[in-house]
């Protein structure tokens, strides 16, 4: 079955504590993996889509990364504005449909 | 460009009671999507098109119908609804010949059943 899981659910850093959240994924076929960031009441915004193992994309202070199995985003010294809900999603091969997980629930404190 | 827009922004329905949710696009877009997002569960697919007069069902699907009469409209539609359809809807929509296959997201209905 088709799955997306991330990790933590919720994390706080202070202004300029980087760090990575995990989003870890079983599917047939990787079509694509996305990035969104998602500001309470809005809905998900585009950041970044990986397609291949080894790939890396970056915005600002922000990093995505794909393996195989796992795919993070590596937030350099983020600032209160990057708090917000970061939400992935897989494109199984063959099909129109995007699994999304639950999302982390991002806060930065200055 | 307008991108995405939902309407209405938000509702409370009684049991049993039915609405139709109107998502539109201006970007030309061929695929269409609607979803639900509940506290704890994640965005879960309901219906999507891949071109006019085209649906199918997704992840979610009972209780809810759609139709995409025209290219630039998606319609959710609740025939009957319950208190467990209360929830965020979002519609997205996506090109088909797009480079990144990215979908872009209106900004939400909320909907509460009572």
């Known amino acids: 079955e088709d799955q997306v899981t991330q990790s933590p659910e919720a994390l706080r850093l202070q202004e300029g504590e980087s760090s990575s959240l995990n989003c870890s994924y079983t599917?047939?076929?990787?079509?694509?993996l996305f990035w969104y960031r998602q500001d309470p009441g809005k809905g998900p915004e585009f950041l970044f889509t990986?397609?291949?193992a080894g790939e890396e994309k970056e915005k600002e202070r922000l990093k995505a990364t794909l393996t195989k199995k796992e795919s993070f985003l590596h937030i350099t010294a983020p600032k209160p504005e990057d708090s917000a809900t970061y939400l992935c999603?897989?494109?199984?091969?063959?099909?129109?449909?995007?699994?999304f997980g639950t999302g982390t629930r991002l806060k930065v404190l200055a | 460009n307008a991108g995405v827009t939902q309407t209405p922004k938000f509702r409370v329905l009684k049991t049993g009671q039915s609405m139709t949710l109107l998502c539109a696009q201006d970007m030309n877009h061929e695929y269409m999507y609607w979803y639900r997002q509940d506290p704890g569960m994640g965005l879960r697919l309901i219906h999507y098109s891949v071109g006019e007069g085209t649906t199918a069902k997704g992840e979610v699907p009972d209780g809810y119908n759609v139709s995409r009469l025209k290219k630039q409209n998606f319609l959710l539609g609740l025939e009957s609804a319950a208190p467990s359809q209360t929830s965020v809807y979002f519609c997205a929509s996506r090109d088909r010949g797009q480079e990144e296959e990215t979908q872009y997201f209106g900004p939400g209905t909320r909907l509460l059943v009572l």
């Open positions: 990986l397609y291949s």
């Open positions: 999603a897989v494109q199984p091969g063959g099909t129109y449909k995007y699994i």
């Open positions: 599917v047939s076929g990787l079509r694509g």
